[in-house]
């Protein structure tokens, strides 16, 4: 009876200790671990087509994605929340700063050029428009009655075209804010005289609870003003206008890395640039950062 209590107690003395096994502990390099990544939800569709195949390649990578307007995710990538970040711009210099300050150095690579497109109501006969019409709605001058409508008072379409034309404050009349790309969308289908404002990406890469709206509308052609590019005739943002800068309104992508280290979110970044990140850019529509080469082997018949 002794031996077996003291078996037991042997047993019971092991398993006490016994080490808990250790959790896998996915190791932080340029195609494994963790990265979180602010998204301009303009873009938010591209993105996530790249980060399928990246994934697909790396399984042991990890991605969290917010999305937002620019103004709304800009503050969060500033305040070191999130040091990583997809917009249609550059930092500004004070912007940069704020890392410098913090001796990070953020890396900016553009990925992608997306063109900004009008659309109307498909029964609109009018289906051209001038880059100075458009700057004289925006600035109230405008005797047209059009009236463009943006996804919201926030995102970076909007900014850009404030900035084309050089405006701090928007008219009272012929400027309207909705709250998402499909809002601008399914209220242009269903209003003749509103011309939609939104990313091409959006347009051409949209889900499938929009498509009887997107059946009833039309892109617009735009014609530059004299002196620029695009000025001889009405371009649409179709790939091949965005590839040769030829479409009036046109935008760059880029992906900021603000991490100060060599890990998944400057390995996505290069990704992005490379061949394969490259090709995706390109069957989604949009322009690419650069095409790749191709070569082509000429035999002798003879």
Same mark, same amino acid.
């Given at each position: 009876? +002794?031996?077996?209590?003291? =078996?037991?107690? $042997?047993?019971?003395?092991?398993?006490? #200790?016994?080490?808990?096994?250790?959790?896998? &502990?996915?190791?932080?390099? +340029?195609?494994?671990?963790? =990265?979180?990544? $602010?998204?301009?939800?303009?873009?938010? #569709?591209?993105?996530?087509?790249?980060?399928? &195949?990246?994934?697909?390649?790396?399984?042991?990578?990890?991605?969290?994605?917010?999305?937002?307007?620019?103004?709304?995710?800009?503050?969060?990538?500033?305040?070191?929340?999130?040091?990583v970040i997809v917009l249609s711009r550059m930092l500004t210099e004070e912007e940069?700063?704020?890392?410098?300050?913090?001796?990070?150095?953020?890396?900016?690579?553009?990925?992608?050029?997306?063109g900004i497109a009008l659309i109307t109501n498909k029964e609109n006969p009018d289906s051209n428009i001038t880059v100075t019409e458009v700057v004289d709605i925006l600035k109230g001058t405008s005797t047209s009655g059009k009236q463009l409508v943006f996804d919201n008072a926030y995102s970076s379409t909007l900014r850009y075209f404030r900035d084309l034309a050089g405006i701090k404050t928007l008219p009272a009349k012929g400027v309207y804010f909705l709250k998402t790309n499909n809002d601008v969308i399914k209220y242009t289908a269903e209003n003749r005289g509103s011309i939609g404002v939104l990313g091409v990406n959006w347009l051409?890469?949209?889900?499938?609870?929009?498509?009887?709206?997107?059946?009833?509308?039309?892109?617009?052609?735009?014609?530059?003003v004299k002196g620029k590019k695009g000025d001889d005739q009405y371009y649409k943002p179709i790939q091949a206008n965005l590839i040769s800068g030829i479409y009036p309104f046109l935008r760059n992508i880029y992906i900021i890395d603000a991490e100060g280290r060599n890990g998944l979110g400057a390995g996505f970044a290069t990704?992005?640039?490379?061949?394969?990140?490259?090709?995706?850019?390109?069957?989604?529509?949009?322009g690419p950062h650069k095409l790749a080469s191709r070569d082509f082997n000429f035999k002798n018949t003879n």
């Open positions: 009876m +002794r031996n077996i209590i003291f =078996v037991l107690l $042997l047993i019971m003395f092991a398993a006490c #200790k016994q080490k808990p096994k250790p959790v896998d &502990v996915v190791e932080e390099t +340029r195609t494994s671990g963790k =990265v979180s990544i $602010l998204v301009d939800e303009s873009f938010s #569709k591209v993105l996530a087509d790249q980060i399928e &195949v990246f994934k697909a390649d790396y399984p042991n990578a990890e991605f969290t994605i917010v999305e937002g307007n620019e103004r709304k995710i800009l503050p969060t990538f500033l305040n070191d929340s999130i040091r940069d700063s704020i890392y410098r300050r913090r001796s990070i150095v953020p890396k900016t690579s553009r990925f992608g050029i997306d051409i890469d949209n889900n499938k609870d929009i498509t009887s709206y997107l059946e009833q509308v039309k892109m617009m052609g735009v014609k530059n990704w992005l640039v490379g061949p394969r990140g490259q090709l995706i850019v390109l069957r989604s529509g949009l």
